[in-house]
């Protein structure tokens, strides 16, 4: 066996076991449709299809949308599971929280809008046209509920896309690819709209980079994959990493802040990129913090365990730290059975108390534990967040009843989502106003991505005329 890892062949097991589990599962979508052995074949198929939606009114869009939504509700759950048994990371629970969230309020054909100004020259428009055919890459950490949402947004607008799904979670995304296929199909629409790869590499991922007939560019997931679409040369929307600091000052009602930050950083086991990573508190309030969050589930781990840990979940590799991929969304109480610690399931999250260049805090662990960093007031501990979040403007949040420092702190971090006295995932409509993505395009300025943000403006003048004031 020389020359093959360890892990990479517990990698190989798992996919091998899992893969024999899903075949169980699948029964639900009979239709198999949307996914290709051929990636210019895909392309080619989605192209065909987004020239029929075309010739199609924007009331027939929705109705195909409708049944995206239905069936996503239906089969929310076997998502949830496959996902889960898949990828080995996050919960099933909260999954299938994470796929009704998709199904109920991402945006349909509502959010395409025009912009008109009539006057004594006439009518002019701004409309948002459709870009053609798609190229998307989405993430191993919330796989389904992304090829879910960008399809619906992206059909939305009158595209159609293709997918190079994550290789760790083509099972359940290819899935997703097929249910949307059947969804169309049932609603009267052509198939092929949201098509994928059986097996999706980088090779698959550079032809459709460089095809012809990709107009557009999006992706999901760490900074390697978004600097590579932003290389291209194309239109390309980059929804990348993040870090997000949780700052709690001495004005926050701090039970309840206790409480919102650990179901916030908890939620499928800390996978979502909008999740809390780490905590700064004054000092005034430090240890009552504390005090609740273990109240909450919490384990506070000594300084031995807290090593014992950082060796078992981070690898280095010329002086950088990197994930072992192995421990990524795991339970925190299979965390600590790894080093040996015997808790109950009770056992949300682990927590310590960090300084500010502590990896567990530097790095996006997308694990359930949380370092807690003391700051002598609000200016320190906004300076150390700003620092940790890494300029990548992505997530942060706050627990404050000053509107003072939540100005300041909203200003000097600049982030594409900022939460206030509530859990992360309030940013995307589960607990807060506002609709829901799953791609929330940091890097490149978009901000949480919706129909609208799949099209480009087309501006039609009409002078002298059709002006009725
Ligand atoms: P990842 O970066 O490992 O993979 C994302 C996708 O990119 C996969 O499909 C992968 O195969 C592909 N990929 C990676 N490098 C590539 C390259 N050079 N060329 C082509 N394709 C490439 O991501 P992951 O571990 O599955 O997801 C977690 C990461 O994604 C975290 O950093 C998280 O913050 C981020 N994320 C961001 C958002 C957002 O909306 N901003 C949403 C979800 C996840």
């Known amino acids: 066996m020389a020359g093959i890892r360890e892990e990479d062949i517990e990698l190989i097991v798992r996919r091998v076991l899992s893969n024999l589990d ?7 979508v009979k239709k198999d449709i949307g996914v290709f052995e051929d990636m210019k074949q895909a392309i080619s198929a989605a192209k065909k299809a987004q020239k029929e939606l075309k010739s199609m009114s924007i009331e027939f869009r929705e109705k195909i949308i409708q049944n995206i939504r239905k069936k996503t509700l239906e089969n929310a759950r076997i998502m949830a599971e496959m996902g889960v048994q898949e990828t080995g990371m996050g919960k099933v629970e909260h999954k299938v929280l994470k796929h009704e969230l998709v199904a109920r309020k991402t945006p349909g054909t509502e959010d395409i809008i025009t912009t008109a100004w009539s006057g004594d020259k006439g009518l002019t428009l701004v409309e948002m046209g459709p870009w053609g055919v798609i190229g998307a890459i989405t993430p191993s950490t919330n796989p389904s509920e992304t090829v879910i949402c960008n399809s619906i947004g992206m059909i939305a607008a009158g595209n159609s896309v293709v997918f190079n799904p ?8 290819n899935y997703a690819v097929r249910l949307i296929n059947e969804a169309v199909v049932e609603a009267g629409g052509p198939p092929n709209l949201a098509v994928s790869v059986a097996k999706p590499t980088l090779e698959t991922a550079e ?3 460089k095809h012809p007939d990709i107009n557009l560019l999006v992706a999901t997931g760490g900074p390697g994959v978004v600097t590579a679409v932003l290389s291209t040369g194309k239109r390309a929307i980059g929804a990348g990493a993040g870090n997000p600091p949780v700052v709690v000052d001495e004005t926050a009602d701090i039970r309840k802040a206790a409480k919102d930050i650990v179901d916030g950083a908890t939620f499928d086991n800390n996978l979502p990129c909008i999740a809390e990573k780490e905590v700064i508190a004054v000092n005034k309030v430090a240890d009552e913090l504390i005090y609740y969050m273990k109240q909450n589930g919490c384990y506070m781990a000594s300084k031995e365990e807290i090593e014992e840990l950082k060796a078992m979940v981070l690898q280095t590799r010329d002086g950088k730290y990197y994930l072992n991929r192995k421990w990524v969304g795991k ?43 003391r700051a002598e007031n609000v200016d320190e501990a906004i300076a150390i967040a700003v620092e940790l979040e890494h300029g990548f403007r992505h997530s942060a949040h706050m627990h404050s009843k000053n509107v003072d420092n939540l100005t300041k702190f909203a200003r000097a971090i600049d982030t594409a989502i900022f939460v206030k006295n509530a859990p992360s995932y309030a940013a995307i409509g589960f607990g807060g106003e506002g609709y829901c993505t799953f791609t929330i395009a940091s890097r490149t300025g978009e901000g949480l991505t919706s129909a609208r943000t799949f099209t480009k403006s087309r501006r039609c003048v009409l002078a002298d005329g059709l002006s009725i004031r």
């Open 22 to 28: 899903l075949k169980n599962l699948k029964a639900a």
């Open 166 to 173: 994550h290789p760790g979670a083509v099972g359940v995304s």
């Open 207 to 209: 032809i459709m980079f």
């Open 331 to 373: 339970d925190a109480s299979t965390l600590l059975k790894g080093i040996g610690v015997d808790v109950d399931d009770k056992v949300r999250c682990i927590i310590f108390e960090a300084t500010k260049d502590h990896p567990f805090v530097v790095e996006e662990l997308m694990m359930p534990i949380l370092g807690i960093i």
